[in-house]
């Protein structure tokens, strides 16, 4: 099926998941994943009205995504290395995979160098797997609630991975810890003020995270195709 066929599918189950659960679709915005796909997949999504990009590697996000387009919005989704998080904070719009004081403190020193506002989140491993990336289950309250106030980086919320088990459901539990962590956070202090988003549910998951709380799914190959 073409790019524009499987837009049509993802937004149609976007839209049916909302209603299944009392929600409006337009409070669920797709992250259109693409790493490790062409140039030329970015072009023809951004003419089909895609204007939210995932990317995991910053140099493949280079490659994409600069110069910069007018309202297109490059998200950083992988772990950045240290060493990298200068080249990601000047393509990126946003870092969604934070999990360490050190980067969250580079990063600020870096976008007051760039005079630069940069919008991060921050990644939890609710899954409890070893192969995720992010903050445990057992830190992230206390985490979140430590970090300085912030200059230049809007703490704008929270991303996991839902559990690699092919069930949906097996994942509901991942989202809604993470639901409940930005309940307890979004505004219990000022630099919290913005703390609204959920970036969870992918391809085979994005029902369940939307009826959990979801603002942002990121679906990659279900647009794309396999890589």
């Known amino acids: 099926m073409s ?3 499987n837009k049509q599918i ?32 970015v072009e023809e999504a951004i003419a089909l009205g895609a204007r939210e990009f995932g990317e995991n ?18 998200r950083i989704i992988g772990p950045v290395q240290k060493n990298k998080l200068k080249k990601a904070a000047q393509v990126a719009q946003a870092i969604d995979s934070l999990a360490d004081l050190e ?11 760039a005079n630069k506002n940069l919008d991060v989140l921050f990644q939890v491993n609710a899954s409890e797997e070893s192969t995720k990336s992010g903050l445990s289950m057992q830190e992230a309250f206390d985490f979140l609630n430590n970090l300085p106030e912030p200059r230049r980086l809007v703490y704008k919320g929270l991303m996991t991975i839902g559990k690699n088990t092919g069930n949906p459901e097996d994942s509901r539990d991942c989202f809604a ?14 630099k919290f003020a913005n703390f609204t988003e959920l970036s969870m549910g992918m391809t085979l ?8 709380g979801a603002t942002m799914v990121r679906v990659g190959t279900a647009l794309f195709g396999e890589r």
């Open 205 to 212: 998951d994005l029902e369940t995270a939307i009826a959990e």
């Open 103 to 113: 980067s969250v403190l580079k990063l600020e020193a870096l976008c007051e160098e």
């Open 57 to 74: 590697r910053v140099q493949e996000a280079l490659e994409k995504f600069l110069p910069q387009r007018e309202g297109v919005i490059c």
């Open 3 to 5: 790019l524009k066929q």
């Open 10 to 41: 993802i937004l149609d189950r976007i839209a049916k998941a909302c209603n299944a659960c009392g929600r409006d679709p337009s409070e669920v915005r797709l992250v259109w994943v693409s790493k490790t796909h062409p140039s030329s997949a």
């Open 177 to 190: 810890f993470l639901r409940n962590l930005k309940e307890r956070i979004l505004g219990s202090n000022p």
